[in-house]
């Protein structure tokens, strides 16, 4: 039997004394891990001293990072090193002021290899005791009501329980339910990221919560963090909404449910305050931000702090020699020929890993001035291939021509008058090679002046993120993605769903299987013309919508009711006023190109 091999992760900041004591037993117990890593979250004291002079018996990595990011920036960086380094099957995540036990390591992945290899629990959390060594109220998980009597039933005789959700202190997470389910959320910062990361884990796989792996966990007081919370109220308050409207990690019950209890946690600590002007005070502000804002990517989020390894990806990934792959590139006779130029370098002569083949589709005539580069570009780019279509046959009968007529297995998209950046190949074919399907990215708007950013496009990161959000808007920016053409073609291609092609085989490439990930850095600037939101409107493309929507409902794509709400929300997107939809579409699903940092100076994680 494989052996589980289980890489430490432990944030530091600031407690020295507690951050020895917690090492000191790491080495001491009856298991080691094979592998820890250390984030420092800007300690001032002695840590940083401390931490780069410890030889251990086992590998060791220190992240040095120049500001307190808190727990979920901690963990954040912390998990992504272990899994881009250390090749991990468990990640042990804790705190400096966590203790752990003789057994606590040795117990807990003897409870995880109990399950079956082909479906283990996504993390198994220790019970966490006080110094006093009662159970400690902060950090008690929630039992998962409406359990499998035979889920509970072995969990019991395991000396577990099945839990809905847990916190970091002493927390043994799948690597491969991270990696399909992505990292703690940095924005999170002080309160709930535990929380948030643990349900979306335990959605939908069996957790569990060990009561023979145990720790000590040294907080000042035995509290369950509502006495006098201060100014602190406001990271509670914005990053419950958070969770409650812009997280997939809660049923629609459980937000019923917890937004009761939620309530009633709020009023304790109102109450419980010795300030309750600074508290309530606090709380508006979190309430404004947390139903106004929306978290950001993480890679924003550690912007000027830290840049994340390519954690997707296996240890080993690195060593698969580069494949060649292929541009599909249409154009056609609205099209400016400076701005296809333009295009047509950011994908070839200035990328740092540039493409073999580039694959031009003439979709129908074009003007004399566009038609004069592509012969230039056929007699002088090596590689490049232009298919001429005598008629114009519209994007997706264009792209299906061109797609056959691409060599190679890996493929990437490109418009005519959009931007690759010079590092988009070298970031997203990699996880092509690695085994994803399709590999998307953040995008960045622009107008006539490309080197204005006009706003920021996030896209959901993480496959079931990806997979949760696609039955209500397409998932990927369609010329920013790269793919396997194998995949495309067992999906149908992109058919005839004229003005939501891309969208609708997205839609069978994820349901057939496909692997998929978005990168959130923006890799791509996309042109957004005079007209492009006046395109999205008019009968035309409510006709589209209606077609895509019966599709989708009748592929079991999407419920009953997802199709009444997809019909009422972006059937009406269509038919707005072109103002209207624009301010609609960039408050809805965009970003400012440069975000504040939030205020992340507390001592507190």
């Known amino acids: 039997m494989k052996m589980t091999r289980v890489v430490a992760v432990l944030v530091s900041f600031n407690r020295e004394e507690l951050l020895r004591n917690a090492i000191a037993a790491i080495v001491a117990a009856d298991q080691l891990p094979a592998a820890l890593v250390v984030v420092d ?169 060990s009561e023979k792996s145990t720790v000590s966990h040294h907080t000042k007081v035995f509290d369950s963090n509502t006495v006098d919370v201060g100014e602190r109220f406001y990271f509670e308050v914005r990053n419950k909404l958070w969770m409650f409207t812009r997280s997939s990690a809660l049923t629609a019950g459980e937000k019923l449910l917890y937004g009761g209890a939620t309530l009633r946690r709020w009023l304790s600590m109102v109450s419980r305050s010795s300030s309750r002007s600074v508290v309530l005070r606090a709380g508006l502000r979190g309430a404004r931000e947390g139903l106004l804002k929306r978290p950001r990517a993480n890679d924003q989020a550690l912007e000027g702090v830290h840049r994340l390894p390519a954690w997707k990806l296996e240890a080993t990934a690195s060593a698969v020699a580069p494949a060649e792959f292929s541009v599909l590139l249409p154009v056609y006779a609205g099209d400016d020929v400076a701005k296809f130029r333009r295009a047509l370098d950011s994908v070839t002569v200035q990328q740092s890993r540039p493409p073999a083949e580039v694959v031009i589709v003439r979709d129908g005539p074009v003007s004399p001035e566009i038609e004069t580069l592509l012969r230039e570009v056929e007699s002088s780019l090596p590689g490049a291939k232009v298919l001429r279509l005598e008629q114009a046959t519209g994007l997706a009968q264009a792209l299906d021509a061109g797609l056959a007529a691409c060599s190679n297995e890996l493929v990437a998209r490109m418009d005519a008058d959009d931007i690759s950046l010079a590092e988009r190949f070298e970031r997203q074919l990699p996880y092509l090679e690695a085994g994803y399907d399709i590999v998307g990215s953040a995008i960045e708007e622009i107008g006539e002046d490309e080197s204005r950013v006009l706003a920021y496009r996030p896209v959901p990161l993480d496959e079931r993120e990806i997979l949760d959000s696609s039955g209500f808007r397409s998932p990927f920016h369609h010329p920013s993605v790269v793919y396997r053409k194998s995949a495309v073609l067992r999906a149908g291609g992109y058919g005839e769903t004229p003005g939501v092609e891309d969208y609708w085989l997205w839609l069978r490439l994820l349901h057939q299987g496909a692997r998929p990930v978005n990168l959130a850095e923006p890799l791509l600037r996309y042109r957004v013309s005079a007209g492009a939101y006046h395109r999205r409107g008019g009968l035309k493309m409510l006709s589209s919508e209606f077609g895509l929507q019966n599709r989708m409902l009748a592929a079991r794509y999407i419920s009953p009711f997802g199709w009444l709400r997809n019909v009422l929300i972006r059937g009406g997107y269509r038919l707005i006023p072109t103002a209207v939809r624009k301010a609609g579409y960039r408050g809805a699903f965009t970003q400012s190109p440069a975000e504040p940092t939030p205020n992340s100076d507390s001592p507190e994680r």
Not at 89 to 104: C, G, K, S, V
Not at 167 to 179: I, P, Q, T, Y
């Open 41 to 209: 979250n800007g300690s001032s004291d002695g840590s940083v001293a401390y931490l780069r002079s410890l030889d251990l018996p086992f590998d060791y990595e220190l992240v040095e990072l120049n500001r307190n990011t808190g727990g979920a920036g901690g963990f954040t960086v912390g998990m992504a090193h272990a899994l881009a380094g250390h090749r991990p099957d468990l990640l042990w995540i804790m705190d400096d002021d966590t203790e752990p036990h003789r057994n606590t390591l040795s117990e807990a992945v003897a409870l995880w290899e109990r399950y079956p290899s082909a479906q283990p629990p996504v993390f198994v959390a220790s019970r966490v005791l006080w110094t006093d060594g009662r159970d400690h109220p902060m950090n008690s998980p929630r039992t998962r009501f409406g359990a499998a009597g035979a889920e509970r039933a072995k969990a019991a005789k395991l000396s577990a329980r099945v839990v809905r959700s847990a916190s970091f202190v002493s927390l043994f997470v799948s690597a491969e339910a991270v990696r399909r389910d992505g990292l703690p959320v940095v924005d999170y910062f002080l309160w709930n990221d535990d929380f948030e990361f643990t349900a979306r884990l335990a959605k939908d796989g069996l957790a569990l919560a």
